[in-house]
């Protein structure tokens, strides 16, 4: 957007808790309106906007206001569960929702697309993957596909034992080996819950099962999605890691814009190398698609137990290892309760949510 400023206006900005970089941001494109979702924090973002002339507000109900408005495009982007409610507000005024939040579509999937379909809203993945797949699938022929790869990049730890994976520590599992990335999905790419959550997105958005829709760890991280064809033909999109090429897709759309993201050079890369994942190591994979499989509220389940597992490794509560070994127990014990409605969905998680709180406590002591 910054690239390209004649063609936008901003209506509404929301962030998290960085005031500082809202402001800058803020002052950068004038919206309407900028929000903190954090409501202690109004009072910086005041002062940090003090002179310019721009409204701001801070705290759920603003939050969910900004993200309702009657505007032609949306970025969903608030990572975790707690994009969900202003996602949906989004959606129902239709319009193009580009979407960067998986877990809205994971943890009350059915919900969610049915509230696009009864609005007649368009979604547009910016998931890299996803996004990769949704161009290879231009001409819309659904029928016509065999499968789809979504790659990853295998995260830090790809290629460690079991035995190294145990002392793994906070701060190696941040340092991501190809993106730049805030620290919950840093985390999620290390243990593979990333990958797992965007093959349950990638059913709901696409409508295919499990068992069409295939992982491979690719290192190099320059393939970003394949669609394999009836016919035996497969198309690819290709890209530098560089998360400005799909976001400039959703942005134009239909179109395309020109970016500043690095050109790919396929003699510099030299090779691109593709590999099945370790379920062993990594069972992630496995725990979302037995999630999937079941339905219901299971990875609804899946999706909380893992955000609070990663919270307590953040905290240094928990071991590496202990992240999968919490969702496994949580998903255990609730299995598949039927979440018909968004008020039902929010149960099932607020209680998935303590009974991982009581399993990383527990291991903590």
Same mark, same amino acid.
């Given at each position: 957007?910054?690239?390209?400023?004649?063609?936008?206006?901003?209506?509404?900005?929301?962030?998290?808790?960085?005031?500082?970089?809202?402001?800058?941001?803020?002052?950068?494109?004038?919206?309407?309106?900028?929000?903190?979702?954090?409501?202690? @924090?109004?009072?910086?973002?005041?002062?940090?906007?003090?002179?310019?002339?721009?409204?701001?507000? #801070?705290?759920?109900?603003?939050?969910?206001?900004?993200?309702?408005?009657?505007?032609?495009?949306?970025?969903?982007?608030?990572?975790?569960?707690?994009?969900?409610?202003?996602? *949906?507000?989004?959606?129902?005024?239709?319009?193009?929702?580009?979407?960067?939040?998986?877990?809205?579509?994971?943890?009350?999937?059915?919900?969610?697309?049915?509230?696009?379909?009864?609005?007649?809203?368009?979604?547009?993945?910016?998931?890299?993957?996803?996004?990769?797949?949704?161009?290879?699938?231009?001409?819309?022929?659904?029928?016509?596909?065999?499968?789809?790869?979504?790659?990853?990049?295998?995260?830090?730890?790809?290629?460690?034992?079991?035995?190294?994976?145990? !002392?793994?520590?906070?701060?190696?599992?941040?340092?991501?080996?190809?993106?730049?990335?805030?620290?919950?999905?840093?985390?999620?790419?290390?243990?593979?819950?990333?990958?797992? *959550?965007?093959?349950?997105?990638?059913?709901?958005?696409?409508?295919?099962?499990?068992?069409?829709?295939?992982?491979?760890?690719?290192?190099?991280?320059?393939?970003?999605?394949?669609?394999?064809?009836?016919?035996?033909?497969?198309?690819?999109?290709? !890209?530098?890691?560089?998360?400005?090429?799909?976001?400039?897709?959703? @942005?134009?759309?239909?179109?395309?814009?020109?970016?500043?993201?690095?050109?790919?050079?396929?003699?510099?890369?030299?090779?691109?190398?593709?590999?099945?994942?370790?379920?062993?190591?990594?069972?992630?994979?496995?725990?979302?698609?037995?999630?999937?499989?079941?339905?219901?509220?299971?990875?609804?389940?899946?999706?909380?137990?893992?955000?609070?597992?990663?919270?307590?490794?953040?905290?240094?509560?928990?071991?590496?290892?202990?992240?999968?070994?919490?969702?496994?127990?949580?998903?255990?014990?609730?299995?598949?309760?039927?979440?018909?409605?968004?008020?039902?969905? *929010? *149960? @099932?998680?607020?209680?998935?949510?303590?009974?991982?709180?009581?399993?990383?406590? #527990?291991?903590?002591?």
């Amino acid at each position: 957007m910054a690239e390209n400023p004649e063609a936008y206006a901003v209506c509404a900005l929301i962030g998290g808790r960085n005031v500082t970089l809202l402001a800058e941001q803020a002052k950068q494109f004038r919206p309407e309106v900028t929000v903190i979702s954090d409501e202690s @924090l109004l009072g910086e973002l005041r002062d940090a906007l003090s002179g310019t002339g721009l409204a701001c507000a #801070a705290g759920r109900e603003a939050v969910l206001e900004a993200a309702g408005r009657p505007v032609d495009w949306t970025m969903a982007a608030i990572t975790g569960v707690a994009g969900l409610e202003p996602t *949906l507000a989004a959606v129902k005024h239709g319009g193009t929702i580009a979407f960067a939040n998986k877990e809205a579509l994971v943890s009350a999937g059915d919900i969610f697309l049915r509230a696009v379909k009864a609005a007649d809203a368009t979604l547009l993945p910016v998931d890299s993957e996803h996004n990769a797949i949704f161009q290879a699938m231009a001409d819309g022929n659904t029928k016509a596909i065999d499968k789809i790869v979504l790659t990853a990049s295998g995260g830090p730890f790809r290629s460690h034992t079991l035995e190294e994976m145990r !002392g793994i520590t906070r701060e190696a599992a941040l340092r991501h080996p190809v993106w730049s990335m805030g620290a919950k999905i840093s985390i999620d790419s290390a243990t593979m819950f990333n990958k797992g *959550l965007e093959v349950i997105e990638a059913a709901r958005l696409f409508e295919l099962p499990s068992e069409q829709i295939e992982v491979l760890v690719h290192p190099q991280s320059i393939v970003h999605g394949m669609v394999y064809y009836a016919d035996g033909s497969v198309l690819a999109q290709l !890209g530098s890691p560089d998360m400005r090429v799909p976001i400039a897709h959703a @942005l134009a759309w239909p179109s395309r814009i020109a970016t500043q993201s690095p050109r790919l050079d396929l003699v510099a890369a030299a090779k691109l190398e593709f590999q099945a994942p370790d379920e062993v190591r990594f069972p992630a994979l496995r725990l979302a698609r037995e999630a999937l499989t079941a339905g219901h509220g299971a990875p609804t389940v899946l999706n909380a137990a893992n955000e609070i597992a990663v919270a307590a490794f953040l905290e240094n509560r928990i071991g590496f290892l202990d992240i999968a070994r919490i969702v496994e127990t949580v998903m255990t014990k609730f299995g598949a309760p039927p979440t018909d409605d968004l008020a039902a969905v *929010l *149960l @099932l998680d607020e209680a998935a949510r303590a009974a991982a709180t009581a399993l990383a406590g #527990a291991r903590a002591a």
